[in-house]
């Protein structure tokens, strides 16, 4: 072939790529203009299709890369449309009991199997970014929603959704919950979010073993918000872990420091510190929590867990507390609950009590072994289990042992409850800062050998036996700046000492003195105050040789229903000890 006959076909060859490439190009961009307008017309209708039409979706603009398998979404938003929300309420039809708000102003997803969405009905990528998700999230569970008509569900388009991995850049995520005894809100704001192998199927009975949809993730926003109507916690920076297998979810690393409860007029009440290195959930089923309300699991195992609380008393404001024992808000909570079994191993508690006075009590303890079992507010469990039980045991101060057996009555709302304890090997000096900041005494020489306590009652009251064996009790009855009350022998200890109390029990040849103690219900404290109440009580009776001298200071004992009368001590003072 001659020369010029080769530039000729080169030139054939050369244009002929040129159109083909024209032709790819305007085909690649007729269908992404295609895919662009079917989703544009057909989105909208699929979800409300697929959601009876409570859910309406749009958006602004959309960019679809054949070749690149990419998709650039702006303008995402999805919302509930309540008028026919109500609408099938009035028709006692069913309702998911939470309903959510999104907004997504930037969305970009790579990797995308054009295939898969077609022959399959998957939305199969590699890779998204969610730039500023908004998401609001209203629970109102209603009871009587089993008795309502449950539609079966229709199949969307898109019955599956994976990512191998998502990023959330500065989310703001809000949840609210409406219950009928009880309301609060949570508020994730700001900082990153990282899922891996993000799974959402149609079909809630598959993937359960997911936690956020998500095989693994990690958690760093800036903060999150828990407001209930008695207070505010706020924590700045917390960090979250999890990964999971075939049947369980293991949250790691979570660290939730200087966790403030404060309102606008108390300021700040309690501030909590909780590191909890791991946390397993064995056959928890995520799709269960979020469609059904439903939070159950077989085994709930947390290894080194610790907590520290530090109370503020001169901040606490005088609010009324019944009802609020741990089963009976158990039993209020909206969510359906079932854990079966808690176990905690090598656990850590510290509260620290800042009072009015001089000096903070602190009441520490450590190795902390606990077996829950029966946790539940589901009436088809109780009918079967009717006490949640908790058994404790672990060391006071790093030192002495004790051990404690809860037993909670579910059955009804009264708050009924048992409670059976030891204490072990207990010293002047584990007690003195306790005594000294909640009480008028000190505590100059003391030895517990035994404290066997059994505590029963209800929301209304409580009441104990006790038997307190000990020796070499000595204490300084005035707290004033001296050095004649201070030490073992100093005058005004041995003035407390020789005249009012018992130095040891039981005292040399006799019997171990027990007592007995009965309070009707303070509406100012809580569950552990009301034990309080009653140990407090024993030790002084125990001690004390004249019961009338505690009566005159603390003020009598009352049976449930009687009127509470404070005394001389306690009107003085202000506590309630």
């Not at 808690?342 to 009441?363: M, P, Q, R, S």
């Not at 004992?557 to 306690?570: L, P, T, V």
């Given at each position: 072939?001659?020369?010029?006959?080769?530039?000729?076909?080169?030139?054939?060859?050369?244009?002929?790529?040129?159109?083909?490439?024209?032709?790819?190009?305007?085909?690649?961009?007729?269908?992404?203009?295609?895919?662009?307008?079917?989703?544009?017309?057909?989105?909208?209708?699929?979800?409300?299709?697929?959601?009876?039409?409570?859910?309406?979706?749009?958006?602004?603009?959309?960019?679809?890369?054949?070749?690149?398998?990419?998709?650039?979404?702006?303008?995402?938003?999805?919302?509930?449309?309540?008028?026919?929300?109500?609408?099938?309420?009035?028709?006692?039809?069913?309702?998911?009991?939470?309903?959510?708000?999104?907004?997504?102003?930037?969305?970009?997803?790579?990797?995308?199997?054009?295939?898969?969405?077609?022959?399959?009905?998957?939305?199969?990528?590699?890779?998204?970014?969610?730039?500023?998700?908004?998401?609001?999230?209203?629970?109102?569970?209603?009871?009587?929603?089993?008795?309502?008509?449950?539609?079966?569900?229709?199949?969307?388009?898109?019955?599956?959704?994976?990512?191998?991995?998502?990023?959330?850049?500065?989310?703001?995520?809000?949840?609210?919950?409406?219950?009928?005894?009880?309301?609060?809100?949570?508020?994730?704001?700001?900082?990153?979010?990282?899922?891996?192998?993000?799974?959402?199927?149609?079909?809630?009975?598959?993937?359960?073993?997911?936690?956020?949809?998500?095989?693994?993730?990690?958690?760093?926003?800036?903060?999150?918000?828990?407001?209930?109507?008695?207070?505010?916690?706020?924590?700045?920076?917390?960090?979250?872990?999890?990964?999971?297998?075939?049947?369980?979810?293991?949250?790691?690393?979570?660290?939730?420091?200087?966790?403030?409860?404060?309102?606008?007029?108390?300021?700040?009440?309690?501030?909590?510190?909780?590191?909890?290195?791991?946390?397993?959930?064995?056959?928890?089923?995520?799709?269960?929590?979020?469609?059904?309300?439903?939070?159950?699991?077989?085994?709930?195992?947390?290894?080194?867990?610790?907590?520290?609380?530090?109370?503020?008393?001169?901040?606490?404001?005088?609010?009324?507390?019944?009802?609020?024992?741990?089963?009976?808000?158990?039993?209020?909570?909206?969510?359906?609950?079932?854990?079966?079994?808690?176990?905690?191993?090598?656990?850590?508690?510290?509260?620290?009590?800042?009072?009015?006075?001089?000096?903070?009590?602190?009441?520490?303890?450590?190795?902390?072994?606990?077996?829950?079992?029966?946790?539940?507010?589901?009436?088809?469990?109780?009918?079967?289990?009717k006490s949640c039980t908790i058994k404790l045991k672990g060391k006071y101060m790093n030192k002495s042992d004790v051990s404690s057996t809860f037993d909670f009555y579910l059955g009804d709302t009264s708050g009924r409850f048992k409670m059976d304890g030891i204490l072990e090997n207990l010293d002047g000096e584990d007690v003195m800062k306790q005594a000294q900041?909640?009480?008028?005494?000190?505590?100059?020489?003391?030895?517990?050998?035994?404290?066997?306590?059994?505590?029963?009652?209800?929301?209304?009251?409580?009441?104990?036996?006790?038997?307190?064996?000990?020796?070499?009790?000595?204490?300084?009855?005035?707290?004033?700046?001296?050095?004649?009350?201070?030490?073992?022998?100093?005058?005004?200890?041995?003035?407390?000492?020789?005249?009012?109390?018992?130095?040891?029990?039981?005292?040399?040849?006799?019997?171990?003195?027990?007592?007995?103690?009965?309070?009707?219900?303070?509406?100012?404290?809580?569950?552990?105050?009301?034990?309080?109440?009653?140990?407090?009580?024993?030790?002084?009776?125990?001690?004390?040789?004249?019961?009338?001298?505690?009566?005159?200071?603390?003020?009598?004992?009352?049976?449930?229903?009687?009127?509470?009368?404070?005394?001389?001590?306690?009107?003085?003072?202000?506590?309630?000890?």
């Amino acid at each position: 072939m001659s020369k010029n006959g080769k530039n000729k076909l080169a030139r054939i060859i050369a244009f002929a790529i040129l159109i083909l490439l024209i032709a790819c190009c305007t085909f690649a961009v007729w269908i992404s203009y295609r895919y662009k307008q079917i989703l544009a017309e057909r989105l909208p209708l699929m979800i409300a299709k697929s959601t009876d039409s409570v859910y309406h979706i749009s958006f602004r603009d959309i960019h679809v890369h054949i070749f690149t398998h990419n998709i650039t979404l702006t303008g995402l938003e999805l919302w509930p449309d309540q008028k026919q929300v109500e609408k099938l309420k009035s028709a006692h039809r069913h309702i998911p009991p939470t309903l959510s708000t999104v907004s997504i102003p930037l969305l970009e997803a790579s990797g995308l199997v054009w295939k898969d969405i077609i022959d399959k009905g998957i939305l199969d990528c590699g890779n998204v970014t969610v730039h500023q998700l908004k998401w609001l999230m209203v629970c109102r569970p209603n009871p009587q929603d089993s008795l309502l008509q449950h539609d079966q569900q229709k199949k969307p388009y898109i019955s599956l959704i994976r990512a191998e991995h998502i990023d959330f850049n500065s989310p703001n995520i809000i949840y609210h919950y409406e219950g009928i005894k009880d309301s609060f809100s949570a508020f994730l704001r700001g900082g990153k979010a990282s899922l891996q192998q993000f799974i959402y199927n149609f079909d809630e009975r598959q993937d359960t073993s997911l936690f956020l949809y998500a095989r693994s993730g990690k958690l760093r926003p800036d903060t999150f918000i828990f407001r209930k109507k008695v207070g505010i916690y706020t924590v700045r920076k917390p960090l979250l872990d999890f990964e999971t297998t075939l049947n369980s979810i293991t949250l790691k690393d979570v660290k939730l420091k200087q966790m403030v409860d404060h309102n606008p007029n108390d300021g700040e009440k309690e501030i909590y510190d909780f590191d909890l290195p791991s946390i397993k959930l064995m056959d928890f089923n995520w799709n269960q929590l979020i469609n059904k309300s439903i939070l159950q699991t077989s085994d709930v195992i947390a290894t080194d867990p610790k907590m520290n609380i530090r109370y503020i008393d001169k901040n606490q404001p005088q609010t009324n507390k019944m009802g609020s024992y741990p089963h009976q808000l158990l039993l209020q909570v909206g969510l359906q609950t079932n854990l079966a079994t808690i176990n905690i191993h090598n656990g850590y508690f510290k509260y620290t009590e800042v009072t009015k006075k001089d000096g903070d009590a602190v009441i520490e303890f450590t190795n902390i072994q606990g077996h829950f079992t029966n946790i539940t507010n589901m009436t088809s469990i109780i009918a079967k289990h009717k006490s949640c039980t908790i058994k404790l045991k672990g060391k006071y101060m790093n030192k002495s042992d004790v051990s404690s057996t809860f037993d909670f009555y579910l059955g009804d709302t009264s708050g009924r409850f048992k409670m059976d304890g030891i204490l072990e090997n207990l010293d002047g000096e584990d007690v003195m800062k306790q005594a000294q900041a909640l009480t008028i005494v000190e505590v100059t020489s003391f030895h517990l050998d035994k404290m066997d306590m059994h505590i029963e009652g209800d929301g209304s009251y409580a009441k104990g036996n006790f038997t307190v064996l000990y020796k070499d009790l000595k204490i300084s009855l005035l707290k004033f700046k001296s050095n004649f009350r201070k030490g073992k022998h100093g005058p005004f200890s041995f003035l407390g000492s020789a005249l009012i109390l018992y130095p040891s029990n039981p005292m040399p040849g006799s019997e171990p003195r027990q007592v007995t103690t009965s309070f009707a219900r303070d509406p100012q404290k809580g569950f552990i105050g009301s034990l309080w109440e009653n140990i407090y009580r024993a030790a002084k009776k125990s001690a004390v040789r004249n019961e009338n001298l505690v009566n005159i200071t603390d003020g009598k004992e009352s049976s449930k229903g009687e009127e509470r009368k404070k005394g001389f001590f306690q009107r003085l003072f202000g506590k309630k000890h």
